[in-house]
């Protein structure tokens, strides 16, 4: 009530919904800020270690019900504005959501930096406070619309800014060099342009509120933010040019998440943000220990991915240019102090920038990035590696056709103390390919670090009914301890026990119709299979394969409408990256295969096909309670971890997928007879592509797959332009550089043993059980303390 008379100047007569929020969240605020003053005075009284971890991409998503929850007032609050009249689950769904990424990375990010609060890891997250998140998707005629996403448009109530925390960034320039009485020689940049960067923060609070820490964002400001010279001659334009230029940097967020947008505004965000923490974090150091030699036993700094690798060097620059470190030793600092986590074995989406871009935008870096390389070539060559081919492939210079360009992975790499896959297959593959030369020149440094999700926003927020079962059941330790969960498997075969559970995924299920009558027009059937693939779309995932699996499904039943059918409601949400033509094309077969499905009477009550639309992390949490089946189904060897798989078998759903990225590790904890694989293995889609796969015979010797590609490309699911998939059928019948054909008939046959498995409630919901009881291992708590472990060398708090 304070809050909203004097933070919001409202009276409860007027106050909207919107009013409500900010004024909760101010309250709530209050409360984290009191943990985060005592977080920060603790890290420094006991002179521990702290975190860094440098992520381009943060998806947060909302922040009230995650306060809420880790401070234990989420009942409290709610009876608090009930007696206000005043709903809080109508005020949750008014906070926009902090699309600050694109998807799985961005929110490991956001998973972790969760996670390192609760074990009270004293941590900093590094990003760039982006004006536009991900792009809003909308669906027009079935095709996907891409609309901005102005996140901070009704203000942020969860974020600080910092105006006194600025550091200024540079570009471009010359660099001079002098020499010193002994002949040594200092190098200074001077920049011909300079960016402010401005931070701004947001307190992350832990589980219990046991430690609090800071997700700092910097937001980009020109340093002269008027040129009062040219605006008083009257160059009105002139005079703002410089300074939109400079604060581009932090608009948008690159709308890609599996190949580098390769523009130099990237680059410069990049550059923006891995200084701006580099300085922020060199010169907290300072202040409190004094020596910069003393670096790396007091910081860690992990990289998310080479988004962030230019901090590689940006750290040698500081260190030797400005503090005047010997070389060597600088170069022992670095690498003591960073880590390095691969996300990706797919060869263009591995990052390199051309050096004359490079040398114009960052002439210092470009020089110390050649001396880097010189030592590292030199140091092979000292232990007698001379092979020239070995020496190319591991140079931080690819040279091809006389383009010269600067390897982000390898730099990483060679930077880093530890290197890090993020599943036990990813990490084994990364040792074989992208990172084989450098594996055996440094077979110490790869290691697995198999991803995780936070169980407070997967489980304890988005499914309050399925936490209170839990609770009810094991007790409240099970809060604290997600190894506790084990003990359900005594309740598997449990008839009442699987009833509570029914009642709760039924209620679960309810909502979701809801949501589906609110925005597609049509309510689904509770008592249906809800089979869900909700991801980027991209053709390594294969919704495309789901689709035509729709199809074959939707051919038969009008074949034989009076089967035993098991009910399905096959749902799908995802975007597509703006420029990916065949992602798009693919929401559109989704879009047109639902619309001529939903509207024929032979399979009403039988199948139906949804797409919802603008997929983020809000969504996410209203879909996965309500998942029976989880589509888990990438190209083997090609998905690295994936962490959707994780949430949703934390929820009770069954998979069914390949043997693929964390799908592995899942498939050992719930037991084959829980989960349903089908298809090659990552080693059979490298066999198969090694010697030269042939869809059309794969086709033509599946009577399914050729009808199902028959009515698509003639035209029945686009009646409206019967030629708009000829190309995409084409292209599945010539190149299928993803192997869909080759595993769609296991896929298919996995698919009737799911319905025949639902069938038997008994045994569904047994696995189901046996679901939630054995993935408490993905807890992403697990997965920091290996970190911390590891790669840090931090200790944590036990829970
Ligand atoms: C978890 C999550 C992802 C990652 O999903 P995958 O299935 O692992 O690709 C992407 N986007 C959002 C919003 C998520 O919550």
């Not at 200092?186 to 701004?200: K, L």
């Not at 026990?497 to 119709?513: C, D, G, T, Y």
């Not at 009477?601 to 096909?609: A, D, F």
């Not at 879909?623 to 090609?638: F, R, V």
Request: a negative charge; charged letters at 25%.
């Amino acid at each position: 009530m304070a809050k909203l008379a004097y933070a919001v100047a409202k009276d409860p007569t007027s106050a909207q919904e919107r009013d409500w929020y900010i004024a909760t969240a101010l309250a709530v605020r209050d409360r984290v800020v009191d943990g985060w003053a005592e977080s920060y005075r603790h890290t420094n009284d006991t002179q521990n270690k702290r975190v860094y971890y440098m992520s381009l991409e943060f998806l947060i998503g909302r922040l009230l019900f995650d306060s809420l929850t880790n401070l234990g007032i989420v009942e409290e609050m709610r009876q608090a504005l009930a007696s206000l009249g005043v709903d809080l689950d109508r005020l949750r769904t008014v906070e926009p959501d902090a699309a600050l990424g694109n998807g799985g990375l961005g929110r490991l990010a956001a998973c972790f930096m969760e996670s390192m609060a609760t074990l009270a890891v004293p941590a900093y997250g590094y990003g760039i406070r982006y004006e536009n998140g991900l792009f809003r998707q909308g669906i027009k005629d079935g095709w996907q619309q891409e609309y901005p996403e102005n996140w901070l448009t009704n203000g942020n109530p969860w974020e600080f800014e910092r105006p006194e925390i600025t550091y200024d960034v540079g570009f471009g320039g010359t660099v001079d060099i002098t020499y010193g009485p002994d002949g040594a020689a200092t190098y200074r940049w001077h920049p011909a342009e300079r960016v402010s960067a401005v931070a701004y923060d947001t307190p992350v609070v832990g589980w219990r509120c046991r430690h609090v820490n800071t997700l700092r964002l910097w937001a980009a400001r020109a340093v002269d933010p008027l040129r009062l010279d040219a605006f008083n001659a009257g160059d009105y334009v002139g005079a703002l040019a410089d300074r939109v230029r400079a604060e581009s940097i932090s608009k948008v967020l690159y709308p890609s998440d599996a190949t580098p947008a390769g523009q130099e505004l990237r680059l410069r965000q990049e550059f923006f943000f891995a200084s701006a923490s580099l300085q922020d974090l060199v010169r907290r150091h300072i202040k409190q220990y004094g020596p910069v030699e003393m670096l790396a036993e007091k910081a860690a700094i992990q990289l998310n991915d080479t988004h962030p690798a230019i901090g590689v060097v940006e750290l040698m620059r500081i260190l030797v240019d400005l503090h005047d470190v010997p070389w060597a030793k600088a170069w022992d600092i670095t690498q003591a102090t960073f880590g390095y986590t691969n996300h990706t074995l797919l060869p263009e989406a591995l990052e390199t920038w051309p050096v004359h871009l490079m040398e114009r935008l960052l002439p210092r870096h470009m020089q110390i990035i050649y001396l880097i390389n010189a030592v590292h070539l030199d140091g092979l060559r000292a232990k007698g590696n001379s092979d020239p081919a070995l020496l190319s492939s591991v140079s931080l210079i690819e040279e091809s056709w006389g383009r010269q360009r600067v390897r982000m992975g390898t730099l990483a790499f060679v930077g880093a103390h530890r290197v890090n896959g993020v599943s036990a297959l990813h990490s084994e593959l990364m040792k074989e390919t992208v990172f084989r030369d450098l594996h055996a020149i440094f077979p110490e440094k790869i290691n697995n670090k198999t991803n995780g999700i936070t169980f407070r926003r997967w489980l304890y927020e988005a499914n309050p009914g399925l936490t209170k079962v839990l609770v009810d059941t094991l007790g409240p330790r099970v809060l604290d301890d997600p190894e506790e969960l084990l003990g359900l498997e005594k309740f598997a075969s449990d008839t009442e026990f699987q009833a509570k559970l029914k009642a709760v995924r039924r209620k679960n299920k309810e909502a979701l119709s809801k949501v589906f009558q609110h925005r597609l027009g049509f309510p689904v059937d509770p008592d249906a299979l809800f089979d869900v693939q909700i991801k980027r779309i991209h053709e390594y995932k294969r919704q495309h394969l789901n689709l035509l699996e729709t199809v074959a499904l939707y051919n038969a039943i009008r074949a034989d409408p009076g089967r035993n059918w098991t009910p399905r409601v096959k749902i799908f949400a995802g975007k597509a990256a703006a420029s990916y033509h065949t992602a798009k094309l693919i929401i559109k077969l989704a879009n047109d295969i639902a619309r001529v499905v939903n509207s024929d009477p032979t399979v009403r009550g039988i199948l139906k096909v949804g797409f919802l639309q603008n997929y983020n992390v809000s969504l996410a949490e209203q879909i996965i309670p309500a998942a029976d089946l989880s589509e888990q189904i990438s190209t083997a060897g090609l998905e690295a971890s994936g962490t959707g798989n994780m949430k949703l078998a934390l929820n009770g759903a069954l998979t069914i997928g390949t043997l693929d990225g964390a799908n592995v590790e899942i498939n050992e904890r719930v037991g084959e007879d829980n989960i349903f694989i089908f298809g090659l293995t990552a080693e059979e889609v490298e066999a198969r592509r090694r010697n030269g796969y042939n869809a059309r015979d794969v086709i033509a010797s599946s009577p399914k797959l050729s009808e199902v590609f028959a009515s698509i490309e003639s035209g029945v699911f686009s009646p409206d332009d019967t030629s708009r998939y000829r190309g995409f059928i084409e292209m599945l019948s010539n190149h299928d550089h993803f192997l869909v054909t080759a595993d769609f008939d296991a896929y298919y046959a996995a698919q009737r043993q799911v319905d025949a498995h639902w069938q038997n409630g008994a045994a569904w919901w047994r696995s189901s059980i046996l679901n939630t009881a054995r993935v408490g291992w993905f807890s992403s708590d697990r997965t920091i303390r290996e970190y911390a472990r590891d790669i840090w060398n931090v200790p944590v708090q036990t829970t």
